[in-house]
């Protein structure tokens, strides 16, 4: 297999909400914390599949927004889908729910029983993982245990600056769940918050560890760049994966924050795309899928 490009963090929205974002953020306070205003980017199918084109990127994981409305958050899920499925097998789409929206569990279960690769990027902006909120993401890593598919939740740096969607997050609350979903694959967005470096403790939290994965979504606007040769070296390359958060940033943002890491090319050949290849299972497919930017692709809408 040659070399594989994978953005393994990107969001695409229903195109009812990106006419009028206002509306809906209206309808809910989440999505007014990241997406109000007039400056908004928000993107489509079509959208993201010519940014893959333009930077011979083969496959995107395709993440929606975790609605408190449940048939706000069912009519996403199923636009990802429709959209995978014109996009020929490039990108893979995400179930999303609230965790503590009424029939969270049982809309996860059925949009990964329709073929969603991932329930995520799961969130609470506004609230910590608490004892009252565990049990809710718990009950969520388990519906993706069921379907041996991976649970990735919005992770943040409990220090530092504030900014527009940065959660109350403790390392507590997230060793937490960690501790309790043990088996599941977990994947932590925005490099997970800095949890690998505990690594280094000499007891418990290594072996906890092992089926998570982090991803750079955001990480130029957080981290210095030898945030990333750490999270290498303390969780190991091969759980790291390149995501860009798009439409936030382009890929070629995130090439240059890793040429200033100091990696090694087997490294950044995990990152870039090895890492998300192994935990989707994409490893057999090939490289870039028949069609591009000026094929079927972007003959449907989208």
Known sequence: MGRMLIDAHTHLFPVEVRRDHMAFAARDRQLSLLYSGDDVRMAGRKDLVFELDKHGIGFAVAYGFPWRDIELARRHNDYLLEAAELAG???IPA????PLSPGAT???DRALSAGAGVLGEVAMYRRDITPDTLDALLDLAYVCACHDKPLCLHVNEPVG???PGKAPMTLRGLYSFL????GVKIILAHLGGGIFFYNLLKKDIAGLLENVYIDTAAIPYLYKPKALKLACDLLGPEHVMMGTDYPLLPWTRYMRFVERAGLDKEEIEWIEGRSAASLFGIEDRQERPEGNSDGRFLQVPG
Do not use: I, N
Not at 95 to 98: F, I
């Open 89 to 91: 097998g490039r990108l």
């Open 95 to 98: 179930a999303c729910v609230h």
């Open 106 to 108: 049982k809309e996860a």
């Open 161 to 163: 600056h504030q900014y």
């Open 179 to 182: 501790e309790e979903s043990q």
